[in-house]
């Protein structure tokens, strides 16, 4: 597909968010200083003042000097650049990918979006109406390469759409700073009389290069697009992912569940259609007023069945505050699985942990319950009881090893230890009876020891004797002592029951 | 043609239970065989599609039910059966169900926030037919809260069992209720240290049945019940008294082994 760019340009950025709370501001001079060398220096200056011939870098007292009541302020560049980073995400509405481009603009990857707001003319005054809207002075351009977008938005009077393969020719009149250059490279033009890139574009390569170096032809090359550029997305692009955006904003809650009934279908069928499945989903809706609610479900198997993701979604939907109204949906699909289509069986009974009406039920039941909450167990190649399996939030996976039989373990383990205390008679031998929560027990029978030792290359300490115990009611207990008998330090703890 | 009044009679009774929900097990259906305990049960089956209630105090007698209600799986899973156990803190130890017969990695776990999150997720496992039976503990369930499960499961036909965790338990709808308490174990071969798993099962109430008590063992992945091994009893009594001398004898025998 064609490639598109836009670029945006904050003309006032800074003046412009200091006036957002004091809209008086717009209408006199008004600057900001920062101080350079012990002098106080006007680091931004708004319409205002460069009509009255207030511009940048120049010194405050000269600035006063042409304006006497010239309204100052601080000038604060760490958060102005954070105030950029929220208009870049703000800007995710209109393309998954927006990359910063300081001090003051922005750069959008625009390939295939337009058609979505009905042509490029409507994309790009949607973008500048809509920042506009914010308060911001904004010019924007769009065109074949981001050096050529970036170009026309800040040196045409009027940027707009460039319409393809016609960048060249648009760049044509502009001057050399328009490339991106360094400040010594465009003045050496400017004295060489080359005042229009027109000029230049056509000379020899190897000249252009033994007197301006490198830099002002990879420029060039950026702009016309012989060299690629790559922009740096704020958010990584997820490769599923739909889009939906709204001519009016959406309130109700009937509104969201159409939304997410399209763009489901639309993304369940391109998975559908790559013999993939889902199996975790986010669902983003961009409100009007900067913020972004989403919902997020998890799948145990990978799935593109849309009723089923639909359902998990709808446990989820209360949270979606939609306030003034939400303009853009979109749904991601982080995760993602290969699902070969398997063979539709006429009689579904005992079909297991392959079952996808099992697979709907654990995935509802994670959706409410929470997606750590359930869980299977498979086992490991560990003696230490507590590493002995490990959890399993995948219907899919088949355990790696076969589960021991060969050794007895407690039904109910204790999550910690408990501490008792015991009385026994010689060195490894069973104890008599053992102290827990002020009940004594007298042991009838016992099996023992079993010695289960640290495994040191993952946990440093002493090793455990088990003790399989019965006491005269007949309860059965897993027991064992931390530690050598001859140490003196050795304690006894309670660690299971059996049936 | 007049047949007889206790043809009616048992005609009658038959209807009853099918509108109670005692329907005949279908071939499908895997059925739990539990020896002289399936004359307590009406129709001498043990009844699926049913929940059943383990009235369960201590954490000895949670796991005695538990081990009890893995041995009933046992013969009901078979080889593609899952489980879902909804728990709460405690904790089952999945490698311990694979001395049952059981496939550990079949069974599912949930962990609820609280009750109302357990009963939910209970009420929805059961409605799905996925699954081979729910075990749900849960700590006093009231009776309109377990005839909301026990409609569920009639629907479905998925086995529903109730740990129940509390002192004094009250009215459910659950067609029975059980407790089931650990029983010194039968030693092996006259051998010391603990042999097989032994427990008193009673059975408190069942619906159109009679209750009762009986003491089952499990030996070699299948239950085996007091009437077929009186002698072992009487063994065992006799063998547990000298427990130290078992002890050390078990002590020599497993650093042998």
């Not at chain 1, 295939?112 to 409507?122: M, S, T, Y």
């Not at chain 1, 045409?156 to 393969?165: A, E, F, I, L, Y």
């Not at chain 1, 569940?257 to 669902?283: D, P, T």
Request: aromatic share 8%; hydrophobic share 40%.
């Amino acid at each position: 597909m064609h490639k598109r760019f836009v670029s945006i340009w904050f003309r006032y950025f800074a003046t412009d968010w200091f006036s957002l709370h004091q809209p008086e501001r717009q209408q006199r001079p008004f600057v900001l200083r920062t101080s350079s060398h012990g002098r106080l220096m006007v680091s931004a200056a708004n319409a205002p003042a460069e009509q009255s011939g207030i511009f940048k870098n120049m010194a405050l007292a000269d600035a006063r000097a042409l304006v006497p009541d010239l309204d100052v302020a601080d000038d604060e560049p760490e958060k102005i650049q954070r105030v950029l980073g929220k208009l870049a995400e703000w800007c995710i509405r209109f393309t998954p990918c927006v990359a910063l481009d300081p001090p003051d603009g922005l750069l959008l990857d625009v390939t295939g979006c337009a058609h979505l707001w009905g042509g490029e003319e409507q994309y790009l005054h949607d973008i500048v109406s809509k920042i506009s809207a914010r308060g911001y002075w904004v010019g924007a351009a769009m065109a074949d390469t981001p050096g050529a977008a970036w170009a026309l938005a800040r040196y045409v009077s009027q940027p707009g759409v460039v319409p393809p393969r016609q960048h060249v020719h648009a760049l044509l009149p502009l001057p050399p700073q328009a490339l991106r250059l360094n400040a010594d490279i465009a003045e050496r033009l400017h004295k060489l009389g080359l005042h229009r890139i027109q000029q230049f574009i056509k000379l020899p390569r190897a000249s252009l290069r033994k007197r301006f170096g490198l830099p002002l032809l990879q420029q060039l090359d950026k702009a016309t697009g012989q060299e690629m550029e790559m922009l740096v997305p704020i958010q990584p692009v997820e490769s599923y992912q739909e889009r939906l955006p709204c001519l009016e904003p959406i309130v109700t809650a009937t509104g969201i569940e159409i939304a997410l009934k399209q763009l489901l279908e639309s993304l369940c069928l391109r998975l559908q259609q790559e013999q993939k499945g889902l199996r975790k989903a986010v669902f983003k809706g961009y409100r009007v007023d900067g913020k972004t609610e989403q919902i997020t479900i998890a799948t145990s198997r990978a799935s593109h069945q849309v009723a089923h993701l639909f359902k998990l979604f709808e446990l989820r939907m209360a949270s979606i505050e939609p306030a003034l109204g939400i303009d853009l949906f979109a749904l991601e699909a982080p995760v993602v699985e290969d699902l070969l289509p398997v063979q539709e069986k006429m009689w579904k009974a005992g079909a297991g942990l392959d079952d996808e009406r099992l697979a709907e039920l654990v995935d509802k039941l994670a959706t409410k319950v929470g997606i750590g909450a359930i869980h299977r167990y498979l086992p490991t190649e560990h003696h230490w009881p507590e590493r002995s399996c490990t959890e399993s939030s995948s219907l899919a996976e088949e355990p790696a090893t076969a589960w021991r039989t060969d050794v007895q373990r407690p039904l109910y383990l204790l999550p910690v230890p408990e501490r008792i205390e015991v009385t026994a008679p010689i060195p490894d031998y069973p104890p008599m009876l053992f102290r827990h929560r002020e009940k004594v027990h007298k042991i009838v029978k016992a099996d023992g020891p079993e010695r289960i030792e640290q495994e040191w290359w993952l946990q440093q300490g002493q090793h455990r004797d088990y003790y399989r115990v019965e006491d005269e009611d007949g309860s059965r207990y897993w027991l064992f002592r931390l530690g050598h008998y001859h140490d003196k330090t050795f304690q006894w703890f309670l660690h299971g029951y059996f049936g | 043609m007049v047949s007889s009044q206790s043809d009616i009679v048992h005609q009658l009774r038959h209807d009853l239970l099918r509108l109670q929900g005692f329907v005949p097990a279908r071939h499908v259906l895997p059925t739990i065989d539990l020896g002289p305990i399936n004359r307590a049960f009406p129709q001498h089956v043990f009844p699926t599609a049913a929940v059943h209630e383990f009235i369960s105090a201590t954490a000895e007698e949670v796991t005695a039910a538990s081990s009890f209600l893995s041995g009933l799986l046992s013969s009901l899973m078979g080889r593609a059966g899952t489980v879902l156990w909804i728990t709460g803190r405690t904790h089952i130890f999945p490698p311990a169900l694979a001395a049952f017969g059981l496939q550990p990695h079949r069974f599912l776990f949930l962990h609820p926030a609280h009750h109302e999150q357990a009963l939910w997720a209970m009420e929805e496992a059961l409605k799905s037919p996925a699954l081979t039976a729910v075990v749900g503990e849960l700590r006093d369930i009231s009776f309109t809260e377990s005839r909301r499960l026990q409609l569920a499961v009639e629907h479905s036909r998925v086995m529903g069992f109730i740990i129940n965790r509390s002192k004094k338990a009250g009215t459910t709808a659950c067609v029975s209720r059980w407790r089931i308490a650990s029983l010194p174990s039968i030693p092996v071969d006259d051998l010391p240290g603990i042999g097989f798993l032994r427990w008193q099962v009673e059975l408190l109430r069942i619906r159109n049945g009679k209750p009762g008590a009986w003491e089952i063992q499990w030996r070699n992945t299948q239950f085996v019940y007091a009437s077929d091994t009186v002698d072992h009893v009487a063994n065992s009594q006799q063998l547990s008294t000298n427990n130290e001398q078992l002890s050390a004898n078990n002590y020599q025998l497993t650093k042998a082994g």
